[in-house]
């Protein structure tokens, strides 16, 4: 049976118990990584596992918080001794500055030992993503407005985001199609929740959900009638800290047919 463990739901700031956004699938195809922010091999580690016991890595965006750990899950699979390959599904836009950063930490890939197979979601520069199959699982990537929501947000923020073509500025959410049976949708990071529209046109199991970007009661009164049977909210914005109780009676006195829960760093699910 698959399940589904919060490696890291912190929203993008340092806060005390928390770490940056990464989950872990165990499957029947091999244990898989959404996201890897920091310090996501450290925790995997802290759960019994190693580096090189992560078969295949699914980024969403490119955000420091979503990425950040992804050098030393490497650099933990070249020490273990790592000799099979691992593929990296994602944005095509990051991949030569993720190849420049690896080269600038001294992992060149050539160095590690093993094979990393890079797959961008685009089959070439400005094409649409496409969805992929790895070793049986099924994977839609559905474009998110978040990063075009950041670079509109104040005239420093347009200024800045000047520099980029609207092809850089790629960020996802991912569907996953488990091979026992499962759909699990994560939403990466939205602008609001109308980007979950075509992810959620076919029924998901589980859908795991940030919840920093936008109103609270835009998400709960958008999710009435959606088809999901489980919600987990994650990337909590720091407001909400300390006011969990309050938001959870909120959840489930506007969803009470749903199975929604916060989710918390180490919380493994059944799936």
Same mark, same amino acid.
């Given at each position: 049976?698959?399940?589904?463990?919060?490696?890291?739901? &912190?929203?993008?700031?340092?806060?005390?118990?928390?770490?940056?956004?990464? $989950?872990?699938?165990?499957?029947?195809?091999?244990?898989?990584?959404?996201?890897?922010?920091?310090?996501?091999?450290? +925790?995997?580690?802290? #759960?019994?596992?190693?580096?090189?016991?992560?078969? &295949?890595?699914?980024?969403?965006?490119?955000?420091?918080?979503?990425?950040?750990?992804?050098?030393?899950?490497?650099?933990?699979?070249?020490?273990?001794?790592?000799?099979?390959?691992?593929?990296?599904?994602?944005?095509?836009? %990051?991949?030569?500055?993720?190849?420049?950063?690896?080269?600038?930490?001294?992992? !060149?890939?050539?160095?590690?030992?093993?094979?990393?197979?890079?797959?961008?979601?685009?089959? $070439?520069?400005? =094409? /649409?993503?496409?969805?992929?199959?790895?070793?049986? %699982? =099924?994977?839609? !990537?559905?474009?998110? +407005?978040?990063?075009?929501?950041?670079?509109?947000?104040?005239?420093? &923020?347009? $200024? &800045?985001?000047?520099?980029?073509?609207?092809?850089?500025?790629?960020?996802?959410?991912?569907?996953?199609?488990?091979? /026992?049976? !499962?759909?699990?949708?994560?939403?990466?990071?939205? @602008?609001?929740?109308? /980007?979950?529209?075509?992810?959620?046109?076919?029924?998901?199991?589980? #859908?795991?959900?940030?919840?920093?970007?936008?109103? =609270?009661? @835009?998400?709960?009164?958008?999710?009435? /009638?959606?088809?999901?049977?489980?919600?987990?909210?994650?990337?909590? @914005?720091?407001?909400?800290?300390?006011?969990?109780?309050?938001?959870?009676?909120?959840?489930?006195? +506007?969803?009470?047919?749903?199975? %929604?829960?916060?989710?918390?760093?180490?919380?493994?699910?059944?799936?």
């Amino acid at each position: 049976m698959s399940s589904l463990t919060f490696l890291g739901t &912190a929203p993008g700031v340092p806060l005390p118990g928390q770490l940056c956004s990464s $989950a872990l699938l165990e499957t029947p195809a091999g244990r898989v990584l959404v996201d890897v922010g920091e310090p996501a091999a450290f +925790t995997v580690r802290d #759960l019994g596992w190693r580096s090189s016991d992560v078969a &295949a890595v699914f980024i969403t965006h490119a955000h420091s918080d979503h990425i950040g750990g992804l050098p030393m899950l490497l650099q933990g699979g070249f020490v273990e001794g790592r000799k099979e390959p691992l593929p990296i599904f994602l944005p095509r836009c %990051i991949l030569a500055p993720l190849r420049a950063w690896l080269e600038a930490v001294y992992l !060149p890939e050539d160095f590690l030992g093993y094979e990393v197979q890079w797959h961008p979601w685009e089959p $070439a520069e400005g =094409a /649409d993503a496409e969805p992929v199959t790895w070793n049986g %699982i =099924a994977v839609t !990537p559905t474009p998110t +407005t978040h990063l075009e929501q950041v670079f509109s947000s104040s005239e420093r &923020a347009r $200024a &800045a985001g000047r520099r980029y073509r609207p092809e850089q500025l790629r960020a996802y959410s991912l569907a996953f199609q488990l091979p /026992d049976g !499962p759909r699990v949708v994560f939403s990466g990071d939205i @602008a609001k929740p109308e /980007d979950l529209a075509v992810p959620l046109e076919t029924p998901a199991d589980v #859908l795991v959900t940030e919840f920093c970007h936008f109103p =609270a009661e @835009a998400m709960l009164g958008w999710l009435k /009638d959606r088809p999901v049977r489980r919600v987990f909210l994650t990337h909590l @914005a720091p407001f909400l800290f300390g006011g969990i109780e309050a938001l959870e009676a909120q959840v489930h006195a +506007t969803l009470p047919g749903v199975d %929604i829960r916060v989710a918390r760093e180490k919380m493994r699910v059944e799936l």
